[in-house]
């Protein structure tokens, strides 16, 4: 499944389908950026994080990708399964030197 | 232990009263964090300790008073509180101030009535 635009605030997939979550950023000077995991009753998780020097960086099951040119980052969750269930945030680091988050995608996961 | 702990887990305040959240790190870590995040919205920064000193206040109302005793700890007073200041507070910590990956505490669900 995949996001149709960006700041959408639900996604659902099919479990067992790759997940693309999407996020825009603001500023063009933001240098690092973090997708954290939130699930119900916790806080914040952090899940993988990318530096502006590279497009692309992988994880266990995960994948960031970053777009400088259109200040866009999107998190692909590889075979998703139930406890992938979470908001997820990307954060970008701004330049009065702290994370600022995006709104958040609920992602849900069909059995 | 890559643990942020916090203390209580839920808070019910009158605006008269005070009452104290806590939260506590084993990891060595030099910076904590106090952010508050409202339903369905994403954690907002309130306060930046970095080395026990006062970092950033994010322009946060004077009746919500951070301390922070020693490298481990960190408290955040609450007097005289609204009821728009319910929400869930979170704890963060990290190596340094600008290491942006912060370990984040469950959070205290605090209710103002």
């Known amino acids: 499944g995949e996001s149709v635009g960006l700041h959408l605030p639900t996604l659902s997939v099919q479990e067992g389908d790759n997940s693309i979550i999407n996020c825009a950023y603001s500023?063009?000077?933001?240098?690092?950026f973090i997708w954290y995991k939130q699930e119900s009753g916790k806080g914040p998780q952090f899940i993988i994080d990318?530096?502006?020097?590279?497009d692309k960086r992988q994880g266990q099951r995960v994948t960031v990708l970053l777009n400088k040119t259109v200040k866009h980052l999107s998190l692909q969750i590889a075979a998703t399964q139930p406890g992938d269930s979470a908001v997820y945030f990307c954060?970008?680091?701004?330049?009065?030197?702290?994370?600022?988050f995006g709104q958040g995608t609920r992602l849900t996961i069909n059995p | 232990d890559t643990e942020v702990t916090q203390t209580p887990k839920h808070l019910v305040m009158g605006m008269t009263n005070k009452k104290s959240l806590k939260c506590e790190q084993h990891?060595?870590?030099?910076?904590m964090y106090w952010y508050k995040q409202k339903a369905k919205k994403p954690p907002e920064l309130m306060f930046v300790?970095?080395?026990?000193?006062?970092?950033i206040n994010e322009s946060v109302p004077s009746r919500f008073s951070p301390e922070c005793p020693n490298s481990s700890l960190l408290n955040l007073h609450l007097h005289a509180l609204q009821p728009e200041d319910s929400a869930l507070y979170l704890c963060?910590?990290?190596?340094?101030?600008?290491?942006?990956?912060?370990?984040f505490g469950p959070g205290t669900r605090l209710t103002v009535t």
């Open positions: 990891m060595g870590h030099r910076a």
């Open positions: 954060a970008e680091n701004a330049p009065s030197q702290k994370l600022v």
């Open positions: 990318i530096r502006s020097n590279m």
């Open positions: 300790y970095s080395y026990e000193k006062l970092s």
């Open positions: 500023n063009s000077a933001s240098d690092y």
């Open positions: 963060a910590s990290s190596l340094g101030q600008f290491d942006y990956e912060q370990y």
